[in-house]
């Protein structure tokens, strides 16, 4: 165990982290068609900010910036939700699950201090409205692409890490990812 599995390990919950993995990037599912759900915009950011498609790059741009890192630690967070129907829960724990990853990226870069990616979930909210494609992004150092925007077939991930995407009735599970190179 390294020195950040052993901070992880006493403090993943107050990070917020429901469950963690690690695996070596040769590891990861990548799929065009996980990618090109994104075009079908069910969650209205396609084509409107620079960390989703088309903005992020191409599918093929994508997996080679996550494979030019040897690992990712893969790691999730549970939201309880009103019911199955519960939109604002949703948003709500998409909102803390972005927060709980800029918190873990500032613990990790502790330990991993060299150059790392992070993929979070559901596309950017930090501006009001995001000057995609007029202008350079405001805040690239904080803006985290999503993993399905890269193509990840966050279910495979899941079950090659043993973390659970489902957490049962009522909840919503959201994930995150940092590829790195192990010093």
């Known amino acids: 165990m390294n ?39 069910a969650c209205g950011h396609y084509n409107t900010t620079w960390v989703c498609p088309p903005g992020v790059g191409t599918y093929e741009e994508c997996r080679d910036r996550i494979m030019k890192y040897s690992h990712v630690f893969v790691f999730s967070s549970k939201h309880d939700l009103e019911d199955s129907y519960d939109f604002d829960g949703m948003m709500a724990g998409k909102d803390r699950h972005n927060e709980i990853c800029e918190a873990v990226l500032k613990q990790f870069r ?31 150092d904080q803006a985290y692409p999503s993993i399905e925007s890269y193509g990840v077939e966050v279910n495979r991930v899941a079950a090659t890490t043993g973390i659970n995407y489902i957490n049962g009735a009522n909840t919503v599970t959201y994930f995150g990812c940092i590829c790195f190179d192990k010093v």
């Open 3 to 41: 020195d950040f599995e052993t901070f992880l390990t006493a403090n993943s919950s107050a990070l917020g982290i429901h469950q963690y993995g690690f695996l070596e990037t040769s590891q990861l599912s990548f799929s065009e068609g996980v990618r090109s759900l994104c075009e079908m915009n």
């Open 110 to 140: 502790n330990f991993y201090p060299k150059d790392c990616l992070i993929l979070a979930g559901e596309g950017c909210s930090r501006c009001a409205k995001c000057t995609y494609p007029d202008s350079p992004c405001r805040f690239p």
